[in-house]
């Protein structure tokens, strides 16, 4: 028996965990009373139930909860059950962001809901405090959320758990605001000013040669590749769970594009859980 308890701060993402969890042919239930939760883990254990994989979402509804973790933890002990608490989190102003575009009301019911938020986050201090997993979905992308959580879930080293996004952008268009690192690459020729690569992207073969045939992009991925190896194991420690890697270029067509693909084989290779986006690869550049 699998159990995963998916807990956390509302608005935080438990609702998009347990679909995720469902897909993976988890018996997902969302806010079961908890004095419920023992009783029907037990009914799951019984001869001849096909349930093994258990997702349980409880948020500030279940306060009880709250107070009986010692309890359940003992109950769980006494089953031989293995579980994971997962605390979902996020910072305050996307929360209230979250709320105001769904429209909906905080479960807490103020009137104000940056003060629903400041209590609510008082009365989960206990469970964050003894989750198996904190996750910040600050910036996180649903499917990045549910590549980290299959990561945890496959997974019995505690903390040890980071996702890499790498993804090239265009300076033209702004930095992107979720970036943890973010480089510069419009130190390199331009595959722009050549006619033949001018309308291909840095995914082409041709555009890659032009940008790597140059010693000062082979150099720079050299010492980028060196650096983020040094980053990685050190943002483990700190449990930190998103790496936003950012390269720029002029237009985020050509050389950024090329960077960003080249770092993410060398991550791959290095067998790291890493996905590559291009931001504005795709927008229509008139003007470098």
């Given at each position: 028996m699998e159990l995963v308890i998916i807990t956390g701060m509302s608005g935080a993402g438990k609702s998009a965990a347990l679909k995720f969890l469902e897909d993976y042919e988890y018996y997902c239930i969302d806010n079961l009373p908890p004095i419920l939760m023992s009783s029907f883990v037990y009914t799951c254990l019984r001869d001849g139930s096909s349930i093994d994989k258990i997702a349980i979402g409880l948020d500030i509804?279940?306060?009880?909860?709250?107070?009986?973790?010692?309890?359940?933890?003992?109950e769980l002990d006494n089953m031989k059950i293995k579980f994971k608490i997962i605390f979902l989190d996020a910072n305050?102003?996307?929360?209230?962001?979250?709320?105001?575009?769904?429209?909906?009301?905080?479960?807490?019911?103020?009137?104000?809901?940056?003060?629903s938020i400041a209590k609510e986050r008082l009365l989960l201090q206990v469970v964050k405090g003894k989750a198996t997993e904190v996750i910040d979905t600050t910036h996180?992308?649903?499917?990045?959320?549910k590549e980290l959580l299959l990561e945890i879930l496959h997974s019995d080293k505690k903390f040890d758990n980071l996702m890499i996004s790498v993804n090239s952008f265009g300076f033209k268009y702004g930095?992107?605001?979720?970036?943890d690192l973010v480089f510069d690459v419009r130190f390199m020729g331009n595959p722009h000013y050549i006619p033949e690569l001018q309308p291909l992207t840095?995914?082409?073969?041709?555009?890659?040669?032009?940008?790597?045939?140059?010693?000062q992009a082979i150099e720079f991925?050299?010492?980028?590749?060196?650096?983020?190896?040094?980053?990685?194991?050190?943002?483990?420690?700190e449990g930190k769970n998103l790496l936003v890697v950012n390269i720029g270029c002029t237009g985020g067509k050509h050389r950024s594009v090329t960077i960003a693909n080249k770092l993410?084989?060398?991550?791959?290779s290095k067998g790291h859980s890493v996905i590559v986006k291009h931001t504005d690869v795709e927008k229509n550049l008139k003007n470098y």
């Amino acid at each position: 028996m699998e159990l995963v308890i998916i807990t956390g701060m509302s608005g935080a993402g438990k609702s998009a965990a347990l679909k995720f969890l469902e897909d993976y042919e988890y018996y997902c239930i969302d806010n079961l009373p908890p004095i419920l939760m023992s009783s029907f883990v037990y009914t799951c254990l019984r001869d001849g139930s096909s349930i093994d994989k258990i997702a349980i979402g409880l948020d500030i509804r279940s306060e009880e909860f709250f107070y009986q973790l010692d309890e359940m933890y003992k109950e769980l002990d006494n089953m031989k059950i293995k579980f994971k608490i997962i605390f979902l989190d996020a910072n305050d102003d996307i929360l209230i962001r979250r709320f105001k575009e769904t429209r909906r009301n905080h479960p807490l019911g103020s009137v104000q809901i940056s003060k629903s938020i400041a209590k609510e986050r008082l009365l989960l201090q206990v469970v964050k405090g003894k989750a198996t997993e904190v996750i910040d979905t600050t910036h996180l992308l649903t499917r990045e959320l549910k590549e980290l959580l299959l990561e945890i879930l496959h997974s019995d080293k505690k903390f040890d758990n980071l996702m890499i996004s790498v993804n090239s952008f265009g300076f033209k268009y702004g930095i992107p605001i979720d970036s943890d690192l973010v480089f510069d690459v419009r130190f390199m020729g331009n595959p722009h000013y050549i006619p033949e690569l001018q309308p291909l992207t840095g995914n082409d073969k041709e555009v890659q040669d032009f940008v790597m045939e140059q010693p000062q992009a082979i150099e720079f991925l050299h010492k980028l590749e060196d650096m983020i190896d040094f980053l990685i194991p050190n943002y483990k420690k700190e449990g930190k769970n998103l790496l936003v890697v950012n390269i720029g270029c002029t237009g985020g067509k050509h050389r950024s594009v090329t960077i960003a693909n080249k770092l993410f084989d060398h991550l791959i290779s290095k067998g790291h859980s890493v996905i590559v986006k291009h931001t504005d690869v795709e927008k229509n550049l008139k003007n470098y």
